[in-house]
Each structure stands twice: as structure tokens, then as C-alpha cells.
């Protein structure tokens, strides 16, 4: 199916484990963004890539890791998670990302995640 | 630094009237602008984007915004209100920071009543 599909779409956690949520596009966009969604704040951008093997820090960055070894592909790690890590993870990609023009950014369904 | 600012966290109107959704952003140079939709449970979706061209700005389902820079503004409009509107809409504005390239508002909801 061609879009931008999140894995798993709900996960519950403890504090101190390590999680992973997927993130995989078909449309070979060279951007790809990981945004979290709390109630208050909208949405705040995490990590984001221009290509394979580039990452940069995003707004709120600190306990989340992020690779890219493929450009369809872009997996976010909570190395420890933590209770404040609770939220609505999505992932979004774009022909374009830091400057113009500024094409449209396409937006997974999101992940909720729970951290007790 | 860039900032955008929605002045109602939620919105109620009744189907068949006139939607206004307020948005206004600080820059300090010119921006791209735009607004998103996010239905429940749902990913955003792109509603329109003003990226200096024309300053009205028509997009999908009816809705258009107009960009006032005198006024920096970029309110977002629909003439008649339907349920399937009910959503959250979040306005969006570039930035030239390298860590946030666009700075999200927190969002206003809206209710359609029938």
C-alpha cells in the first residue's frame, strides 16, 4: 500500500524498558520528521532526516534516538523510557524539509504511547 | 525567533454557518504558512499552504485563508460549516531555526453542531 504507516498504533511500556516505533514510506520522499503530540503544545518536531544516514536534532530530542539506514525507513528508540515519554508519536515525510520551497509534509496515523 | 499563535483553543459554530478560525505568527522574515486538519485518531492533513504568492489562499473542502502581513495574520475560513469539519486545525509557520523548520500553533478545535 502506498502512504506512511506507524507501527504499532498503541503500545504500552514500563519505565526503563527500551522502545522502538516504526515509521516506513513508499513514496521515496528524502525527508522524513518524528514529531510528538501532547495536549497544550501541538505538535513538537523530536528528530528528522534528509537522506540515509542523516539525522538531526529536533526541538525535543533528549531520550530519543533515531536511524536511517534506509531512505524508505525511519525507526524512533526511547533507549529508557520515562512517564513524561507518554504521548502521540507521529512520523511525517516530505519531498523537502528545512527550506524552501516548502512542500506539503504527508503524516503517518500516529502512535500512542503509554508509559507506566 | 518564529512563533504562531491560535487565539481559541476550541471553536463552536452550527452547521450551515460560517467558520473563522484565528491564527496569528511572528517572524522575522517572510514566511511560508499553512494550516493542517487532524480528524480524531487520525495523521494531519494539509488544508492549504501560503507560501508568497497570492494572499488568499483557496484550499481543500471549501476552506481558503488570507495571508495579511500588516496584520500578521492568517485567519482560516469556510462559508458554511458542515459536520464532517469537526476536527482540530493547527496553523503552521516556517522557520530558519535548523532544529524546528516549521513551528506548529497548539491547535483549535472545532465542533459542529447539527
Known amino acids: 500500500d502506498a502512504g506512511i504507516t506507524q507501527s504499532p498504533r498503541y503500545k504500552i511500556t514500563e519505565t526503563g524498558r527500551q522502545v522502538t516505533l516504526m515509521c516506513h514510506q513508499t513514496?521515496?520522499?528524502?525527508?522524513m520528521f518524528w514529531y510528538r503530540q501532547d495536549l497544550g503544545h501541538g505538535l513538537r518536531l523530536i528528530y528528522y532526516?534528509?537522506?540515509?544516514?542523516?539525522?538531526d536534532k529536533g526541538e525535543v530530542s533528549d531520550g530519543y534516538v533515531v536511524s536511517r539506514s534506509k531512505t524508505e525507513n525511519f525507526p524512533l528508540t526511547l533507549e529508557s523510557a520515562t512517564r513524561s515519554q507518554t504521548s502521540v508519536y507521529f512520523c511525517?515525510?516530505?519531498?523537502?524539509?528545512?527550506?524552501?520551497?516548502?512542500?506539503?509534509?504527508?503524516f503517518g496515523p500516529g502512535t500512542r504511547l503509554t508509559v507506566l | 525567533a518564529q512563533s504562531v499563535t491560535q487565539l481559541d483553543s476550541h471553536v463552536s459554530v452550527s452547521e450551515g454557518t460560517p467558520v473563522l478560525l484565528r491564527c496569528n505568527y511572528s517572524?522575522?522574515?517572510?514566511?511560508?504558512l499553512f494550516w493542517y486538519v487532524q480528524h480524531p485518531n487520525k495523521g494531519l492533513q494539509l488544508l492549504l499552504k501560503y507560501t508568497s504568492a497570492a494572499t488568499l489562499v483557496k484550499g481543500i473542502n471549501g476552506f481558503e485563508a488570507e495571508f495579511k502581513k500588516s496584520e500578521t495574520s492568517f485567519h482560516l475560513t469556510k462559508p458554511s460549516a458542515h459536520m464532517s469539519d469537526a476536527a482540530e486545525y493547527f496553523c503552521v509557520v516556517t522557520s530558519d531555526s535548523g532544529n524546528t523548520p516549521l513551528v506548529f500553533g497548539k491547535g483549535t478545535r472545532l465542533s459542529v453542531i447539527a
Open positions: 513514496w521515496s520522499h528524502s525527508y
Open positions: 511525517a515525510s516530505s519531498e523537502t524539509g528545512t527550506g524552501p520551497p516548502y512542500n506539503e509534509q504527508f
Open positions: 532526516s534528509a537522506a540515509a544516514d542523516i539525522t
Open positions: 517572524s522575522s522574515y517572510s514566511p511560508s
